[in-house]
């Protein structure tokens, strides 16, 4: 049976694409915001729905905009969660009551096993699979608000869009859903997989970095992978790359390397680590952040890398190069991401498996 209503948790850049996507294709979306961070619902609310631009043009109506979860969750069949890491627990605490048997939620992007984290924050079992709790390798656009209730999407792609479900017996639950919108996701062996599919960790930290006086000195007026990558950026991408594969391996799964998959994507036409970013098409314009205290440090680092290290370190698996990313991030934002410990093994849970009972997952 096909859903009716899609709950959409979060209204940032990608909750409100997500939304737009699937209120066009027919579905009635409510969308949800953190009282906290309400800024857009008081306007998809007033106009009655969001605009696109770009690649996805037009309007699409949003009949439920609010800060209210149970008005959001009453009567969705599918919930996509749509936020930064640091979003993935709060949604799950404040869902968590009201989630139904048979309802399928989507962490969309998991970035780093944000299925396991909303699981676990919603009050669920691990292994429950009344409710299905998946998660994507990433979201299928590039996007960026523009104003109140809009939009321009940069870029949509139909391939390399990876999901898997916790535990993974329910990934084709999960993939039964997100066909119907985005036809083309592909299902992964693990969420350990679409957690180490995930690329931002790759790419952004290593630019960012390695721009930060020029972020600092012009607020980011400039093109992140147009002017920011270059070979240097690009060897010390390949090298934390490096240490992805090697995670991977020793989880016995398997993953694609950046580049390949931004050429996959059709983000890029080249499969290499500089000039593949620097002249790829879907990356074209897009702006540097205007603060080194953005979600390209402390998502990609604060969480998502000292997560892939710490299960490295489970695994007998030496990070040298990731962990001097976080410990210079650290630095440069004046934190200590490591200590700070927003995603580990301990707070999922997972720190007394072994491999083989990680694949379980």
């Not at 009635?28 to 009282?35: C, G």
């Not at 961070?37 to 009949?63: D, H, K, M, N, W």
């Not at 404040?94 to 924050?121: I, M, N």
């Not at 695994?315 to 200590?336: E, F, H, K, N």
């Amino acid at each position: 049976m096909v859903a009716t209503k899609i709950a959409v948790l979060g209204a940032g850049n990608g909750g409100l694409a997500t939304a737009f996507e699937w209120s066009r294709q027919g579905y009635e979306v409510a969308l949800y915001s953190h009282s906290d961070y309400a800024e857009q619902i008081g306007a998809v609310r007033e106009r009655g729905g969001i605009t696109s631009t770009g690649v996805l043009e037009g309007f699409a109506p949003i009949p439920v905009a609010t800060t209210d979860m149970a008005e959001v969750l009453d009567g969705a069949e599918v919930v996509l969660a749509v936020g930064p890491a640091y979003a993935t627990e709060s949604l799950g605490a404040d869902a968590g009551p009201h989630l139904r048997p048979g309802t399928t939620v989507v962490v969309c992007p998991g970035s780093c096993v944000g299925s396991l984290a909303f699981k676990r924050a919603a009050g669920l079992d691990l292994y429950d699979e009344e409710i299905v709790v998946g998660e994507t390798s990433t979201l299928p656009f590039a996007v960026r608000a523009t104003g109140p209730a809009e939009i321009r999407v940069f870029h949509h792609f139909d391939q390399g869009l990876f999901a898997a479900a916790a535990p993974r017996s329910a990934t084709p639950r999960l993939l039964e859903v997100l066909r119907r919108v985005w036809p083309h996701s592909t299902a992964a062996a693990t969420v350990f997989q679409t957690a180490l599919q995930n690329g931002n960790p790759v790419i952004h930290p290593a630019v960012t970095l390695l721009n930060a006086a020029l972020i600092d000195r012009t607020g980011g007026d400039f093109a992140f992978y147009e002017e920011g990558v270059t070979t240097s950026t690009g060897r010390l991408m390949e090298a934390v790359d490096g240490e992805r594969f090697a995670i991977a391996e020793a989880l016995g799964v398997s993953i694609l390397s950046e580049p390949a998959v931004g050429v996959l994507q059709g983000y890029m036409t080249e499969d290499n680590y500089t000039t593949g970013y620097s002249t790829a098409p879907g990356f074209l314009g897009i702006k540097a952040q205007d603060s080194l205290d953005n979600r390209y440090l402390t998502e990609d680092v604060g969480y998502s890398m000292v997560f892939f290290t710490d299960l490295a370190r489970s695994l007998g698996v030496a990070t040298p190069v990731m962990d001097s990313v976080v410990q210079i991030a650290s630095v440069v934002l004046g934190r200590d991401f490591r200590s700070e410990a927003a995603r580990t093994m301990q707070s999922l849970g997972l720190d007394l498996l072994s491999a083989e009972e990680l694949s379980r997952y």
